[in-house]
């Protein structure tokens, strides 16, 4: 079964000083996957300044905007619609050969293929003895430690918005367990990865008929590499596997390689960006 | 009146037998390339020397080529220290070192190409993964990018010493944005100006031809399609401590010399900003680091790159000389499995001899540094220029001290190697008025392109002015010699 999305994301950018020339690159356009289909794209910005695709260095599509005339506000808007295939999160589960698959993570040719994502970066580092926050179970699957640490963060973290920002690192969430979506993630990368799972970080939209938390903000999730089944996404902000209500646009190491919003704008003075994101679902 | 006494220019010269002179035999007898350049000089007195080495000079201040020393406070513009009395290097020995020099730069080419894809070397147990995992400058944006014409280190700068058991030694691959190689040709004009006699009376290799050959190289790599690049030079900007060199390239390939903002990029395509209207990049000889290159992808800070520039290299419409992400490589802690990274892709014994090299990551090697500083130098892994260097032999107690915490710190971040000792060339030095002996090193300059390779024959000499000085930096007061390859 399958249903459609229709996806809007807006920004605005008001300036103190005239901009004399920008440059922005938005990577918000959902990927093309296994489960989801992208039907259109409409793009408008409020300058009608030039647009064009390109691709960010991972391989995601990316909206390029250059403004080349003065301005202090930019209003800019994006509407995806998209097919999502339903899908069952557990029905991919075989039967796993538990032994051989912690040795394989152990293994050098595995953490050769998936070093990126074994790497630690700025906003997964664990601060030092908090390595054996989560240690798994070796007596169950990676995917059952996963699904614990899944829960164990969501009920470690206190969702709470305003407290923490784009550049918070792990030291302040263990010392004070409130935030978004992005800690959750970072957090979840971070003790996977302590336990020699490829873990990376997922940028997308969330469609919250179903109460979840994630806001009317772009959501964050991770993605777990499991032998014998391949990337699976783990939401733990809600405790949830990530399922027909996820619908992803790009992954990275972290937060960094999937910011919604990168600019160049040459003007000096303050600037303030608000977005919004509304996710519909059109059966 | 009384004539002037002209005292012979190596009249006073003292030869320390325990250091490897490059011109005189522990007997005085100069060595054979010398003879006949002694003979030339021999009708000179010191205070010739003096008038012609100042003649020399002005012709580096007239050309205005200067760079800047960084420290703490403040930046100073200098002039490079030039010594007339060249460096010969008989055509014998050259063929070691040119083909020393390929080899590495093919290795590491090669290596680039691996890590970037296969990673074979790691899953062989070669290179340890850390290496690579730990290196801020492993891109992992390049993975799975096929530079253009398959090179990432198109342009190498391979630091050689003479040691004093008479071999040559590699003291570091430089291949993110080498720089010396104006000061080759200015030197050489330098030198020609001033002692055109004595130069004609030898067989030199010419280095004027480095900026063909670089324009060769870098048209080498054009991305597919293209049929005549358009190559562009891209600098930082005056401030930079090389902006002579990059106007000097630009202006001897023929080619623009841009900067950030000269330049944008429009559906992943690079064009130059011209008062005729954009014209199409295709090749650009990159001397900004990579974290610089373009703020959308890296650092966002930047002003000095182009925003999308990258995307534009990724999708093979523009070649970025040095590629992306070549840093890695140029990593001193790399540098020790030089000797295995030649036999693993080329099956080949090294040409070219490498220091032994302590890596304070692993334990014992580290007990071992800790305790032998004295007997050792100390380097950062990832700083250029010479800053960072600890000599132990220099040091007091209190000074090793810092440095043993230092690097028990962050043992990553340091390497160790035996004090080498440097060959020694006749240096003027002014404070004395006579010909001194002073430690040198070569920066050879080695090209890679696609089915091109070719190596400056020639280098730059680069002196270590202080008296018993090891680093021969420009950034730490070193001069240069002009130095002579000789044909056949």
């Known amino acids: 079964m399958s249903f459609e999305y229709s996806v809007t994301y807006s920004a605005e950018n008001n300036y103190e000083n005239p901009v004399e020339n920008a440059y922005w690159q938005f990577l918000i356009i959902p990927e093309n996957n296994d489960t989801q289909e992208l039907i259109s794209v409409e793009i408008k910005n409020s300058l009608e300044a030039k647009g064009g695709f390109s691709q960010n260095g991972f391989g995601f599509q990316t909206i390029r905007i250059n403004t080349s005339e003065r301005f202090q506000k930019i209003n800019f808007s994006a509407t995806f619609k998209l097919k999502?295939?339903?899908?069952?999160?557990?029905?991919?589960?075989?039967?796993?050969?538990?032994?051989?698959?912690?040795?394989?993570?152990?293994?050098?040719?595995?953490?050769?293929?998936?070093?990126?994502?074994?790497?630690?970066?700025?906003?997964?580092?664990?601060?030092?003895?908090?390595?054996?926050?989560?240690?798994?179970?070796?007596?169950?699957?990676?995917?059952?430690?996963?699904?614990?640490?899944?829960?164990?963060?969501?009920?470690?973290?206190?969702?709470?918005?305003?407290?923490?920002?784009?550049?918070?690192?792990?030291?302040?969430?263990?010392?004070?367990?409130?935030?978004?979506?992005?800690?959750?993630?970072?957090?979840?990368?971070?003790?996977?990865?302590?336990?020699?799972?490829?873990?990376?970080?997922?940028?997308?939209?969330?469609?919250?008929?179903?109460?979840?938390?994630?806001?009317?903000?772009?959501?964050?999730?991770?993605?777990?590499?499991?032998?014998?089944?391949?990337?699976?996404?783990?939401?733990?902000?809600?405790?949830?596997?990530?399922?027909d209500n996820h619908i992803k646009v790009a992954h990275g190491k972290d937060y960094n390689d999937c910011s919604p919003l990168k600019g160049v704008v040459y003007s000096q003075g303050a600037n303030k960006t608000s977005h919004s994101v509304e996710v519909q679902a059109e059966q | 009146m009384k004539p002037e006494v002209k005292k012979p220019i190596f009249s006073s010269y003292i030869n320390n037998p325990a250091l490897f002179d490059e011109v005189f035999n522990n007997d005085g007898a100069a060595k054979n390339v010398y003879?006949?350049?002694?003979?030339?000089?021999?009708?000179?007195?010191?205070?010739?020397?003096?008038?012609?080495?100042?003649?020399?000079?002005?012709?580096?201040?007239?050309?205005?080529?200067?760079?800047?020393?960084?420290?703490?406070?403040?930046?100073?513009?200098?002039?490079?220290?030039?010594?007339?009395?060249?460096?010969?290097?008989?055509?014998?020995?050259?063929?070691?070192?040119?083909?020393?020099?390929?080899?590495?730069?093919?290795?590491?080419?090669?290596?680039?190409?691996?890590?970037?894809?296969?990673?074979?070397?790691?899953?062989?147990?070669i290179v340890p993964l850390d290496l690579i995992s730990s290196s801020a400058n492993y891109l992992h944006q390049m993975i799975g990018v096929d530079p253009p014409g398959g090179i990432y280190n198109h342009i190498s700068g391979t630091d050689i010493i003479k040691h004093s058991d008479g071999n040559y030694y590699v003291l570091e691959d430089?291949?993110?944005?080498?720089?010396?190689?104006?000061?080759?040709?200015c030197n050489r004009t330098a030198l020609k100006r001033a002692l055109f006699g004595v130069f004609n009376h030898y067989k030199t290799?010419?280095?004027?031809?480095?900026?063909?050959?670089?324009?060769?190289?870098?048209?080498?790599?054009?991305?597919?399609?293209?049929?005549?690049?358009?190559?562009?030079?891209?600098?930082?900007?005056m401030y930079n401590s090389a902006f002579y060199e990059h106007s000097y390239l630009a202006k001897a390939m023929g080619v623009e010399?841009?900067?950030?903002?000269?330049?944008?990029?429009?559906?992943?395509?690079?064009?130059?900003?011209?008062?005729?209207?954009?014209?199409?990049?295709?090749?650009i000889y990159r001397r900004v680091d990579d974290q610089y290159i373009d703020p959308l992808e890296f650092r966002a800070d930047s002003s000095l790159g182009v925003p999308g520039l990258f995307a534009a290299y990724i999708k093979g419409n523009v070649c970025l000389a040095n590629a992306p992400g070549t840093g890695v490589a140029d990593d001193k802690a790399i540098y020790t499995y030089m000797p295995k990274i030649i036999k693993y892709y080329l099956d080949e014994t090294p040409i070219l001899n490498n220091v032994h090299t302590y890596h304070c990551s692993r334990p014992n090697e580290l007990k071992y540094v800790l305790e032998h500083i004295h007997e050792l130098v100390v380097k950062p892994v990832d700083e250029a220029g010479g800053y960072?260097?600890?000599?132990?032999?220099?040091?007091?107690?209190?000074?090793?001290?810092?440095?043993?915490?230092?690097?028990?710190?962050?043992?990553?971040?340091?390497?160790?190697?035996?004090?080498?000792?440097?060959?020694?060339?006749?240096?003027?030095?002014?404070?004395?008025?006579?010909?001194?002996?002073?430690?040198?090193?070569?920066?050879?300059?080695?090209?890679?392109?696609?089915?091109?390779?070719?190596?400056?024959?020639?280098?730059?000499?680069?002196?270590?002015?202080?008296?018993?000085?090891?680093?021969?930096?420009?950034?730490?007061?070193?001069?240069?010699?002009?130095?002579?390859?000789?044909?056949?």
Request: proline content about 4%.
């Open chain 2, 35 to 125: 003879q006949k350049l002694l003979d030339l000089y021999g009708d000179h007195s010191i205070q010739d020397y003096v008038q012609l080495n100042n003649k020399a000079k002005s012709s580096f201040f007239n050309q205005g080529i200067t760079f800047q020393v960084y420290d703490n406070k403040e930046t100073q513009e200098k002039i490079f220290p030039f010594d007339l009395f060249p460096r010969i290097i008989d055509e014998d020995e050259w063929e070691i070192i040119e083909r020393g020099a390929v080899q590495r730069s093919r290795a590491l080419n090669l290596f680039l190409w691996d890590i970037y894809h296969d990673k074979k070397i790691i899953k062989d147990g």
């Open chain 2, 174 to 185: 430089n291949i993110r944005c080498p720089s010396g190689v104006s000061y080759v040709i």
């Open chain 2, 388 to 488: 960072g260097i600890s000599i132990g032999n220099r040091l007091s107690k209190a000074e090793i001290k810092v440095v043993q915490e230092e690097i028990k710190q962050n043992p990553r971040k340091y390497i160790a190697q035996p004090i080498m000792s440097l060959s020694v060339h006749p240096t003027y030095i002014d404070d004395s008025e006579s010909f001194e002996q002073r430690h040198v090193d070569l920066r050879t300059f080695t090209l890679l392109g696609n089915k091109k390779e070719f190596v400056l024959k020639g280098g730059l000499s680069r002196v270590a002015l202080k008296k018993g000085n090891l680093i021969v930096n420009s950034s730490q007061g070193g001069g240069s010699k002009d130095t002579w390859v000789l044909k056949k």
């Open chain 2, 257 to 283: 010399l841009v900067e950030g903002r000269d330049l944008f990029v429009e559906n992943d395509f690079v064009y130059m900003k011209t008062i005729r209207g954009p014209i199409k990049v295709d090749v």
């Open chain 1, 84 to 243: 999502k295939i339903s899908f069952n999160p557990f029905g991919q589960i075989p039967i796993f050969d538990i032994p051989s698959n912690y040795e394989l993570v152990k293994s050098l040719n595995f953490k050769v293929d998936h070093e990126p994502y074994l790497r630690e970066t700025k906003y997964t580092a664990l601060p030092a003895g908090s390595e054996n926050l989560f240690v798994f179970d070796t007596s169950i699957s990676i995917f059952e430690n996963l699904q614990k640490l899944n829960k164990w963060i969501y009920l470690f973290i206190h969702f709470n918005t305003g407290v923490t920002h784009v550049n918070t690192l792990l030291e302040e969430i263990i010392n004070n367990p409130e935030g978004v979506c992005q800690d959750f993630t970072h957090l979840f990368c971070a003790l996977a990865k302590a336990n020699n799972i490829p873990t990376r970080y997922v940028s997308g939209y969330l469609h919250q008929g179903n109460g979840y938390f994630g806001d009317s903000q772009m959501h964050a999730w991770a993605e777990a590499y499991i032998p014998q089944v391949g990337w699976i996404g783990f939401d733990p902000t809600n405790n949830l596997l990530v399922n």
């Open chain 2, 205 to 237: 290799h010419s280095v004027t031809n480095y900026a063909e050959n670089l324009l060769d190289i870098l048209e080498s790599v054009k991305p597919k399609g293209v049929d005549v690049p358009n190559c562009v030079v891209i600098t930082p900007g």
